[in-house]
């Protein structure tokens, strides 16, 4: 059984900073996982790809609107997957959710931190 907690979301002024963090817990090694990403929601909105990592020490990805903004990386020592988020806008703002994707079998979801960025 695989748990996704992530943590960190909070109430922000708009140009502020949040680091989320997305724990891996359960019986799942190292070499089973494939990819991890962060996802967002918005009131109202489909839920979005926002920064995707490979585990194995891959390649980082963002959707354009991060980019120069949001940092994705891993601590595979402390099963963790972080999202440094800077110079945060309005429009940032939602539940943002952790993904695991494994090499084979069911992609897992963690149950999302709130974001919320306003003045």
């Known amino acids: 059984q695989v748990q996704l907690v992530e943590s960190g979301g909070d109430l922000v002024q708009p140009g502020g900073s949040l680091r989320l963090a997305c724990e891996i817990q359960?019986?799942?090694?190292?070499?089973?996982?494939?990819?991890m990403n962060w996802y967002r929601q918005a009131p109202g909105m489909e839920r979005e790809w926002v920064a995707g990592i490979g585990w194995s020490g891959g390649p980082t990805n963002y959707r354009t609107s991060v980019k120069d903004r949001f940092t994705i990386s891993a601590d595979k020592a402390k099963s963790t997957v972080y999202l440094q988020m800077n110079n945060l806008k309005p429009e940032d703002t939602g539940v943002y959710y952790c993904?695991?994707?494994?090499?084979?079998?069911?992609?897992?979801w963690g149950k999302g931190t709130q974001v919320t960025v306003s003045s």
């Open positions: 993904k695991l994707v494994p090499h084979r079998g069911e992609d897992y």
């Open positions: 359960g019986t799942i090694l190292d070499p089973d996982i494939y990819f």
